[in-house]
T-cell receptor, first 113, second 111 residues
Framework: DAGVIQSPRHEVTEMGQEVTLRCKPISGHNSLFWYRQTMMRGLELLIYFNNNVPIDDSGMPEDRFSAKMPNASFSTLKIQPSEPRDSAVYFC???????????FGPGTRLTVL | RKEVEQDPGPFNVPEGATVAFNCTYSNSASQSFFWYRQDCRKEPKLLMSVYSSGNEDGRFTAQLNRASQYISLLIRDSKLSDSATYLCVANDMDSNYQLIWGAGTKLIIKP
């Protein structure tokens, strides 16, 4: 079985550019999570969806960040405009139910110059 | 703010030794607990769930102490391949069952 799929794996962009990260959860999983990880702040939950509906976006840093889940097999996290402080690894994870074990994708390593 | 606290380490341990980590959680209503392992530049992966009665998986033993609100992970006969960061996780019943993550404990097994 395919695990959580994320693309791109690496992204280098310049400040001010739009960045779109993509995630395909494990088939049959009802919950999807977007995390950001840095050395300074550890693993932070940005937003999560249950049955394609955003449940909690309190972790989204600011209006520059937005996330969508148009269907059960696809989600995007967009940063517009990007800033150097957005540089981090962004993980997508999915679970069968929201309190269950989460399975992580390989992450997208974002560098904003 | 609900938190999960861990000693960041690093724990430097000789191969073959036994090592234990503790993790404390602040929300007494938390029901689900997990240990994840994260290798350098990789994603977190589930190591084991933590049950009220404690559970064991090979060289790994996890225990929950509700009275003191901590969970522990014991690794026996440590291997070089056990070197990683171990993340403690608790769910938050008051925030839509969101998982609250500790910052991780770094373990380095030395030959």
């Amino acid at each position: 079985d395919a695990g959580v799929i994320q693309s791109p794996r690496h992204e280098v962009t310049e400040m001010g550019q739009e960045v779109t990260l993509r995630c395909k959860p494990i088939s049959g999983h009802n919950s999807l999570f977007w995390y950001r990880q840095t050395m300074m702040r550890g693993l932070e939950l940005l937003i999560y969806f249950n049955n394609n509906v955003p449940i909690d976006d309190s972790g989204m840093p600011e209006d520059r960040f937005s996330a969508k889940m148009p269907n059960a097999s696809f989600s995007t996290l967009k940063i517009q405009p990007s800033e150097p402080r957005d540089s981090a690894v962004y993980f997508c994870a999915s679970s069968f139910q929201r309190a269950d074990t989460q399975y992580f994708g390989p992450g997208t390593r974002l560098t904003v110059l | 703010r609900k938190e999960v606290e861990q000693d960041p380490g690093p724990f430097n341990v000789p191969e073959g030794a036994t090592v234990a980590f503790n993790c404390t959680y602040s929300n007494s209503a938390s029901q689900s607990f997990f240990w994840y392992r994260q290798d350098c530049r990789k994603e977190p992966k589930l190591l084991m769930s933590v049950y009220s009665s404690g559970n064991e998986d090979g060289r790994f033993t996890a225990q929950l102490n509700r009275a003191s609100q901590y969970i522990s992970l014991l690794i026996r006969d440590s291997k070089l391949s056990d070197s990683a960061t171990y993340l403690c996780v608790a769910n938050d019943m008051d925030s839509n069952y969101q998982l609250i993550w500790g910052a991780g404990t770094k373990l380095i097994i030395k030959p």
